[in-house]
């Protein structure tokens, strides 16, 4: 199984993107998705996260100005980012916590590729 991750780029201050997030191969269960990002010479950091059931977190500064979903086949999670600021340039980790089999031993993190965004200041 892997994670592909598309729809970073280039976007001017105040503009939008969405990006997307595809696991391919099955798995037994879905714990939680999120969205990680990571700015040069800093640590990475939580954006959002949702669970299957809909709940879901945000990082103080993207409260009202992301959305994160995911797809009722819990394949997919995509997050919505508005009124982006220069601040918000980094590279963007999706990650889909997961069990393979009915009796794994515990939920384990897969991790996508990345994909960069830039909002230029």
């Known amino acids: 199984e892997r994670l592909v991750e598309s729809g970073g780029g280039f976007v001017q201050p105040g503009g939008s993107l969405r990006l997307s997030c595809t696991r391919s191969g099955s798995v037994f269960s879905v714990k939680r998705m999120a969205w990680y990002r990571q700015s040069t010479g800093k640590e990475r950091e939580l954006v959002a996260s949702v669970t299957p059931r809909g709940n879901t977190n945000y990082a103080d500064s993207m409260k009202g100005r992301s959305a994160i979903s995911m797809d009722d086949a819990k394949t997919a999670v995509y997050l919505q980012l508005n009124r982006l600021k220069p601040k918000a340039t980094a590279v963007y980790y999706c990650?889909?916590?997961?069990?393979?089999?009915?009796?794994?031993?515990?939920?384990?993190?897969?991790w996508g590729q990345g994909t960069l965004v830039t909002v230029p200041s």
């Open positions: 990650m889909q916590e997961i069990k393979y089999f009915k009796f794994s031993y515990d939920y384990v993190p897969l």
